[in-house]
Nanobody, 121 residues
């Protein structure tokens, strides 16, 4: 199994930037695709970005394309989400997840506990 811990959330003004980190335990980090999701109160969990195990393939939701960048450092067992030009509607709890298939949302079965991101206007 994989254990994930997110960090880097906080309060930021609209237009600002934030970098989230997700640290994974274990020795098989590079075997998993990693994804970032978010969930605002009373809303469904939303897919944001994903990256393949090797880091060679990425996918983004249209809502964050061009603003957010996912990356990973397998030597550190860490995946990142660089968030630029943040908007108030980006306010949510952000989660990282590990899965088997990059393009299969159902395969993301390991989840972190989340980190709060609040964007003020």
């Amino acid at each position: 199994q994989v254990q994930l811990v997110e960090s880097g959330g906080g309060l930021v003004q609209a237009g600002g930037s934030l970098r989230l980190s997700c640290a994974a335990s274990g020795r098989t980090f590079s075997s998993y695709a990693m994804g970032w999701f978010r969930q605002a109160p009373e809303k469904e969990r939303e897919f944001l970005a994903a990256i393949s195990g090797s880091g060679g393939n990425t996918a983004y939701a249209n809502s964050v394309k061009g603003r957010f960048t996912i990356s990973r450092d397998n030597a550190k067992n860490t995946v990142y989400l660089q968030m630029n030009y943040l908007k108030p509607e980006d306010t949510a709890v952000y989660y990282c997840a590990a899965g088997v298939l990059l393009t299969s949302l159902a395969s993301y079965t390991y989840w972190g506990q989340g980190t709060q991101v609040t964007v003020s206007s």
